[in-house]
């Protein structure tokens, strides 16, 4: 991201909210971007988001999305997500007890309640991207919201990180995690790498388990995209000296 010697620039991290009535259709999308751009110059935003409207690119979607997965019916005992077992559950245990109360991910009012998992995704053979042009829409959608930009505005598109599509898919092909995270990273890299061609700033979205497989990915981040990774300061592991990642 540029610097500035005139003050701090501003970015964001996260879903924004759509116009009023929206309702999350994908006849709405080109206007709810149009909306969030407007709102976020308004306000004084320097790098600006595309709001994450992601109607095509859901979670469900790295079933279909990637070569070697396969999507079975949860079996008895089983769970959908590993976000059932993961140690924010123990470090917040009021926060999820009011997740799972209410059903919704988040807690803000008027949220939608979230389906009960009914699908495993579970990666069954070697990793290999499949491209169903989920990704080249949002990138079309977002250049058409933003108009004439101004030439010292900066816009990212955020797009999920090994660390945090391995929540919802899960391993039994290969031999170590180790060797699944890298074999993640390398079936997404299409999807980091069509972000930065088209101009924008690539934000990676992770929630990691350990420091061990922050550190796994960060390396793999800045190894597999060299050269054409600029990474948000809501996520400056794989270039950061300091972090905590390494």
Not at 161 to 182: I, L, M, Q, R, S
Request: charged content about 25%; proline content about 8%.
């Amino acid at each position: 991201m540029r610097n500035s010697s005139r003050g701090i620039r501003t970015s964001h991290a996260g879903k924004l909210p759509g116009p009023p009535g929206w309702t999350d259709r994908p006849d709405q999308v080109a206007s709810a971007v149009s909306y969030v751009v407007k709102r976020q110059r308004e306000i004084g935003i320097d790098c600006i988001g595309d709001g994450e409207f992601w109607n095509g690119r859901t979670i469900p979607s790295y079933g279909t999305g990637l070569n070697g997965v396969t999507v079975r019916d949860v079996r008895p005992g089983e769970v959908g997500s590993s976000r059932e077992f993961t140690r924010e559950r123990d470090q917040f245990p009021s926060l999820y007890a009011d997740m799972d109360r209410v059903g919704t991910l988040f807690c803000v009012p008027g949220e939608a309640p979230v389906p009960a998992v009914r699908k495993k995704m579970v990666v069954t053979g070697p990793l290999s991207p499949k491209d169903d042009g989920a990704l080249a829409r949002e990138i079309a959608a977002f250049k058409a919201g933003r108009g004439a930009a101004p030439a010292e505005e900066e816009a990212f598109i955020c797009v999920l990180a090994p660390g945090w599509v391995d929540h919802f898919v899960f391993n039994e092909y290969y031999k170590t995690d180790e060797e699944f995270v890298y074999a993640l990273a390398e079936a997404l890299r299409p999807q980091y790498r069509a972000v930065t061609d088209a101009g924008f700033i690539l934000q990676l979205r992770s929630t990691m388990r350990s420091p061990a497989s922050r550190r796994k990915w960060c390396a793999i981040i800045s190894a597999g995209a060299a050269g054409t990774v600029r990474m948000s300061p809501t996520c400056r592991c794989a270039t950061s000296p300091t972090s905590p990642c390494r």
